[in-house]
């Protein structure tokens, strides 16, 4: 690992975490139905005079059943007068509804009309939807080099998925160069938005460089976030005279990662399980569901549920 990136890893570490930049979704509040019912009425009115602000903020209110009755077809009315406005927000939406078939069948090419239109605008969350379908092929012909250069895009403004993707593309060197000092760079602001995957990979790389403490915490952080593979791998590092053998917590995070259904996990805790006290292996069984009580989203399922769900939908 270059020593500068590892050097500013490390201060990220030691000090205080930065706040994550806004969301795209965070900054957009006016977008989103009002709970007040005063306020309800005013977005009705300026819905009703065609303020795009206000209409995708209705069309929230049918999609989430708020002050009215849930219709997908009031959501997509709505949503479509404000997008045909040139409104970035509503486009995005209206894409995403399109992309995902939610209440309606997919449709790809409205998906990508519309989240080209925000894309192009620089919304950041339509730029990762437009990157996502030319890497999976949703719609268009798959096409790495402009699903890395979307991805970047959005990584730019501080999408975390983005970051994620981009730094995979520029260490595989789908679409672009390979340059894994750069996949890096990408890994760590993913990282830095608390995305388990990108954790897991910095956690490796840092492993490989025998660069322990960052490493066990990068570990432990995409163990709580829903990475399991994180505790399987954190539990072998811990076999090992690396980062200084402790079969006890190789033990805990083995027996963490069968708890949840990891068959390798289980197979290492068996194997390890005589060379302990009943001591010992009652007090790591004993850390190990505590452990699990207090990161109860470490059992989700892996990031991109959605991706994974429109590959089960693909002919």
Same mark, same amino acid.
């Given at each position: 690992?270059?020593? $500068?990136?590892?050097?500013?890893?490390?201060?990220?570490?030691?000090?205080?975490?930065?706040?994550?930049?806004?969301?795209?979704?965070?900054?957009?509040?006016?977008?989103?139905?009002?709970?007040?019912?005063?306020?309800?009425?005013?977005?009705?009115?300026?819905?009703? %005079?065609?303020?795009?602000?206000?209409?995708?903020?209705?069309?929230?209110?049918?999609?989430?059943?708020?002050?009215?009755?849930?219709?997908?077809?009031?959501?997509?009315?709505?949503?479509?007068?404000? +997008?045909?406005?040139?409104? =970035?927000?509503?486009?995005?939406?209206?894409?995403?509804?399109?992309?995902?078939?939610?209440?309606?069948?997919?449709?790809?090419?409205?998906?990508? @009309?519309?989240?080209?239109?925000?894309? %192009?605008?620089?919304?950041?969350?339509?730029?990762? %939807?437009?990157?996502?379908?030319?890497?999976?092929?949703?719609?268009?012909?798959?096409?790495?080099?402009? =699903?890395?250069?979307?991805?970047?895009?959005?990584?730019?403004?501080?999408?975390?998925?983005?970051?994620?993707?981009?730094?995979?593309?520029?260490?595989?060197?789908?679409?672009?160069?390979?340059?894994?000092?750069?996949?890096?760079?990408?890994?760590?602001?993913?990282?830095?938005?608390?995305?388990?995957?990108?954790?897991? @990979?910095?956690?490796?790389?840092? =492993?490989?460089?025998?660069?322990?403490?960052?490493? !066990?915490?990068?570990?432990?952080?995409?163990?709580?976030?829903?990475?399991?593979?994180?505790?399987?791998? !954190?539990?072998? !590092?811990?076999? /090992?005279?690396?980062?200084?053998?402790?079969?006890?917590?190789?033990?805990?995070?083995?027996? $963490?990662?069968? @708890?949840?259904?990891?068959?390798?996990?289980? /197979?290492?805790?068996?194997?390890?399980?005589?060379?302990?006290?009943?001591?010992?292996?009652? /007090?790591? !069984?004993?850390? +190990?569901?505590?452990?699990?009580?207090?990161?109860?989203?470490?059992?989700?399922?892996?990031?991109?549920?959605?991706?994974?769900?429109?590959?089960?939908?693909?002919?």
């Amino acid at each position: 690992m270059p020593l $500068i990136a590892r050097n500013l890893y490390l201060l990220m570490f030691v000090a205080m975490a930065l706040p994550s930049a806004r969301s795209s979704a965070q900054q957009s509040t006016d977008n989103v139905c009002p709970r007040d019912p005063a306020a309800f009425a005013q977005v009705q009115s300026k819905a009703t %005079d065609q303020d795009p602000a206000a209409e995708t903020a209705l069309a929230s209110c049918y999609d989430l059943g708020f002050h009215v009755q849930p219709s997908r077809s009031e959501n997509m009315r709505w949503l479509t007068a404000a +997008a045909e406005q040139g409104y =970035a927000p509503a486009q995005y939406e209206l894409g995403r509804t399109y992309l995902y078939g939610r209440g309606i069948p997919a449709d790809y090419p409205l998906a990508l @009309r519309w989240e080209q239109k925000a894309a %192009d605008q620089g919304d950041a969350r339509a730029q990762r %939807d437009l990157a996502f379908m030319y890497e999976r092929g949703f719609g268009v012909t798959a096409d790495p080099a402009l =699903a890395a250069a979307w991805n970047r895009k959005a990584a730019g403004q501080g999408q975390p998925e983005a970051q994620m993707q981009l730094a995979k593309a520029l260490e595989s060197g789908a679409g672009v160069t390979k340059d894994p000092a750069e996949a890096e760079k990408w890994y760590t602001k993913a990282a830095d938005h608390e995305q388990p995957a990108a954790q897991l @990979r910095l956690a490796q790389l840092h =492993a490989h460089d025998a660069d322990c403490k960052i490493a !066990l915490h990068l570990y432990k952080e995409a163990a709580a976030g829903g990475e399991l593979q994180a505790a399987h791998e !954190l539990g072998m !590092l811990y076999l /090992t005279k690396k980062c200084g053998a402790d079969r006890a917590q190789a033990y805990l995070w083995f027996a $963490i990662g069968a @708890r949840f259904g990891r068959v390798d996990s289980k /197979t290492q805790a068996e194997k390890l399980s005589p060379s302990l006290s009943p001591a010992r292996r009652r /007090t790591a !069984l004993s850390q +190990a569901e505590l452990w699990i009580k207090q990161h109860p989203g470490a059992d989700k399922e892996e990031n991109e549920k959605e991706e994974d769900e429109k590959e089960k939908e693909e002919q």
